[in-house]
């Protein structure tokens, strides 16, 4: 299905099944935020300061969805959620679909365009890059596998990509230590602008003038 152009003016957005671990108040500069566990690692998501305040069991299982944020500072995002709702009050009572929701981990989607693309050699490795523009934000993918790297298609091509969570803890300005979360491409595909164009057939009968009508002869004069 080709891009549509609203979609290109959106957030990347997650989902994902994940179990409640902590929750930590804002301070004034970092936001509040529950820490949640999904397969495959433990992310923040960002809440309001009534949510952390009132935080649930720890163990408790959400169903969450949003956006991610982008910050240019340091190349690492935010997740918002705009959407929460309890799925069950721990993993033993999980559903059977619920558990496929779970096993599947977070999900984080979006639409962009390819900036930049290229390869080094250096010392008998080859490293390999790619920088994707979409809305809000222009980040540079580093160290790509082959497989994904051989994915990632010309420079200005439009694409769906899928993103995962590197969690690590850097200095923030003022040396203290936080977790930062920065996004890794683990999926991409090569798609089309939907233009809204008529057919070409049709744009062509379009464009092409009926031909006049032949004049009438003139009546024989007896």
């Given at each position: 299905m080709a891009i549509e152009r609203k979609e290109l003016a959106q957030l990347p957005r997650f989902e994902g099944l994940g179990k409640f671990v902590y929750a930590r108040q804002g301070d004034g500069v970092r936001p509040s935020t529950f820490t949640l566990e999904f397969f495959g690692g433990r992310v923040?998501?960002?809440?309001?300061?009534?949510?952390?305040?009132?935080?649930?069991?720890?163990?408790?299982?959400?169903l969450v969805s949003g956006t991610l944020q982008y910050n240019s500072f340091n190349g690492s995002v935010r997740l918002i959620a705009n959407e929460k709702r309890k799925a069950a009050d721990n993993d033993s009572?999980?559903?059977?679909?619920?558990?496929g929701q779970f096993v599947a981990g977070l999900s984080i989607n979006g639409v962009g365009v390819v900036e930049a693309k290229s390869t080094t050699s250096m010392s008998g490795q080859t490293f390999s890059k790619a920088t994707l523009k979409w809305y809000g934000a222009i980040h540079e993918f580093r160290s790509l596998s082959p497989e994904i790297y051989h994915k990632v298609p010309s420079v200005g091509s439009y694409v769906r990509f899928k993103m995962g969570l590197l969690?690590?803890?850097?200095?923030?300005?003022?040396?203290?230590?936080?977790?930062?979360?920065?996004?890794?491409?683990?999926?991409?595909q090569l798609d089309q602008l939907a233009t809204g164009s008529v057919?070409?057939?049709?744009?062509?009968?379009?464009?092409v003038p009926p031909k006049p009508a032949a004049p009438s002869a003139p009546p024989k004069v007896a």
């Open positions: 923040n998501v960002e809440v309001t300061e009534e949510e952390a305040l009132s935080p649930p069991v720890v163990g408790t299982m959400f009572l999980l559903t059977d679909e619920q558990w969690v690590g803890q850097e200095r923030n300005q003022n040396h203290q230590s936080v977790v930062v979360q920065k996004p890794s491409l683990i999926g991409i057919p070409s057939s049709a744009a062509n009968a379009a464009a």
